[in-house]
């Protein structure tokens, strides 16, 4: 079965530091991974995706993942956070097998402080 | 391009109501996903539709049930309606099924 774990509720950081959302995942064959962030009262907004090739993947605002495929992980990460990037954000993986069912995380609240 | 459009965005219901949320993909999109979001909770699948044929369905009750139209629009229907049931619906769409979802701001049900 598939599965997505976000083992921090809240990630805190300073304005100006890198930051860095954890996802590992459980899925059978290769997935389809993606990134989500939601503001609120919002609905969510694409971030980025990683389906094959390089394990890092650029995405939209500055933010990026690194896929490692040994730890069956996609973490997220910007190398310098803005007060702006304060949201919860979501990790989602989709495999190959199983029909298109895409699985969500809990969600990892971002609090950037200034 | 306008993005995906759900409505109505809120909608207070009782307990053994029926409720019908709507949804609108972006042009040219032909699957439509339906999500519940309870507070607090990252968002459960319910159905996935593509061409106008269920592709998938989470783990809900039979309660729960959807169609997509020609024009590739969806309804999503709860019948009965529990106190559980009170969430932020979200729909998405994508190109084909599979492929990135687009959502939309979704509709707030609450059920009293």
């Known amino acids: 079965a598939q599965s997505v774990a976000q083992p921090e509720d809240q990630v805190n950081v300073a304005e100006g530091n890198p930051l860095t959302v954890k996802c590992t995942y459980s899925?059978?064959?290769?997935?389809?991974l993606f990134w989500y962030v939601q503001y609120p009262n919002r609905g969510l907004q694409f971030l980025l995706k990683y389906i094959t090739g390089d394990n890092l993947v650029k995405g939209s605002y500055g933010f990026e993942a690194e896929f490692n495929k040994s730890q069956t992980s996609f973490h997220l990460k910007k190398p310098s956070a803005l007060v702006s990037d304060s949201a919860l954000y979501f990790c989602a993986v989709r495999g190959l097998t199983g029909g298109f069912k895409t699985i969500f995380g809990a969600g990892t609240r971002l609090f950037v402080k200034a | 391009d306008t993005g995906v459009t759900q409505s109505p965005t809120h909608l207070i219901k009782t307990r053994g109501q029926q409720v019908t949320l709507r949804c609108s993909p972006i042009?040219?999109?032909?699957?439509v996903s339906w999500y519940q979001q309870v507070l607090g909770q990252g968002p459960q699948f319910i159905f996935q539709?593509?061409?106008?044929?269920?592709?998938g369905r989470g783990n809900f009750p039979d309660r729960f049930s959807a169609r997509q139209f020609p024009n590739y629009s969806s309804e999503l229907n709860v019948n009965a309606l529990l106190l559980g049931d009170s969430a932020l619906y979200l729909c998405a769409s994508s190109l084909v099924a599979g492929e990135t979802q687009y959502f939309g701001p979704g509709t707030r049900l609450l059920v009293l």
């Open positions: 042009s040219g999109h032909k699957s």
């Open positions: 539709y593509y061409e106008k044929e269920e592709r």
């Open positions: 899925v059978s064959g290769n997935p389809y």
